[in-house]
């Protein structure tokens, strides 16, 4: 039999970067010599010598070896894992230039559909660290913590930050070793709290507690901000599309307004709400139709959705046959966000634009959207 040859492995070269700006990820984007170079924690203005390790589709990226010339807003790591973990992507800056390049960040994406920077209203965490009630880890044999996707590692992080106060007993019981024993091989173990307790969960699904925001603060404005909206368009009827146990939407609901709620999976919460919540493959071509019928010609005024990531593609279609008078978006990525809106703009203008920094100290942030039939 014959064997395949081994693809030969990239060897580190070093290169000189000069960053211009950050992309999405929070990495530092350097053009110097018409190569476009992604090199993580770094920040514009910054300068110096990294080693490359991938290159793919004509981009590379490289790990910082040392600064020639550092950006007068870096700062020391509050984290003593930071230049290893990839769990954080902002600890080396303050937290006012973090929130700078968030919100420049949400500006490429929906600054084609005519949003101003300055039209974006940002609302900042109470906290940028202990705020995470569910944290996610991996274990290869004796060994857990992060897993680096470049070099395919677990990396211990025994004193990581990210956390509540609340998961803090159980996760360094974690590093004495005792799980070792139960839990040999490879696979990942998850921390919850919720309700006032904490849980570990090894080798279930994401979010074995049921699924809820990870920064409690933070979630309960997000609640008060769609509200306020609902109230402001006298919203009367609503689909709440991506619902989940009606964490958006419970407040409407509760002050009298008329609920319909769909999501992909009715997990145990929903059982309350059985009467008007829909249990559909949200990404099944037939699932429109299917869900018309069934709603029976109710006139819904309002609809609100927060999709997962990858968005909702087939939003243009579901607005057409609802035909509701407002929309209203809540999104972790924008890059789903301004591809789904992109097919509303003939027919809807952009109320206003709010990012809430639901994920501090790393790329991510919620997007909230208000969209008015023109």
């Known amino acids: ?17 000069e960053i211009d700006h950050l992309d999405p990820l929070g990495q530092g984007v350097s053009k110097l010599g018409g190569a476009i170079t992604f090199v993580a924690r770094t920040l514009p203005g910054e300068a110096g010598v990294a080693t490359v390790y991938k290159q793919a589709k004509g981009v590379q990226f490289a790990r910082l070896q040392n600064l020639a010339k550092s950006a007068d807003n870096r700062v020391e790591p509050e984290c003593p894992h930071f230049e290893e973990c990839p769990g954080c992507q902002f600890l080396h800056t303050d937290y006012a230039s973090e929130l700078l390049y968030k919100k420049a960040s949400l500006h490429r994406h929906l600054g084609v559909l005519g949003v101003d920077l300055d039209a974006i209203d ?11 009630n569910r944290v996610q880890l991996h274990y290869r044999h004796k060994y857990i ?3 680096d996707p470049v070099s395919d590692q677990v990396l211990e992080v025994p004193q990581c930050k990210i956390m509540r106060a609340e998961l803090q007993p159980a996760f360094s019981r974690l590093y004495q070793g005792e799980w070792q024993k139960d839990h040999p091989g490879r696979g990942h ?24 925001q990870v920064y409690e603060e933070m979630n309960l404005a997000l609640q008060e901000r769609v509200q306020t909206q609902l109230e402001s368009l006298a919203a009367k ?27 992909n999976y009715a997990g145990p919460e929903a059982v309350a709400n059985r009467d008007n919540f829909y249990q559909m493959d949200l990404y099944q071509e037939q699932t429109l139709s299917n869900f018309i019928r069934r709603l029976g010609g109710m006139d ?21 046959k609802i035909n509701p008078r407002h929309v209203l978006y809540v999104s972790c990525n924008p890059a789903s966000l301004a591809r789904d809106l992109r097919g509303l ?30």
């Open 345 to 374: 703009e003939s027919r809807f203008r952009m109320k206003s634009v709010q990012l809430l920094d639901m994920f501090p100290a790393t790329a991510h942030f919620e997007t909230f959207v208000v969209l008015q039939m023109r």
């Open 189 to 212: 173990c998850e921390l919850y709290f919720k309700s006032g307790e904490v849980s570990i969960s090894w080798d279930g699904s994401y979010a074995h507690g049921g699924f809820s």
């Open 145 to 147: 913590g992060m897993l």
């Open 1 to 17: 039999m014959k064997r395949r040859p081994r693809k030969a492995r990239t060897q580190p070269r070093k290169i000189d970067f």
């Open 122 to 132: 940002v609302l900042p965490a109470p906290r940028r660290l202990a705020y995470r």
């Open 237 to 263: 009827r609503l689909l709440d599309i991506f619902s989940g146990s009606g964490n958006l939407s419970d407040a409407f609901a509760a002050a009298g307004g008329e609920r319909v709620m769909i999501d």
């Open 300 to 320: 819904i005024d309002t609809l609100l959705i927060d999709p997962p990531r990858k968005g909702f593609p087939d939003l243009d279609s579901w607005v057409k």
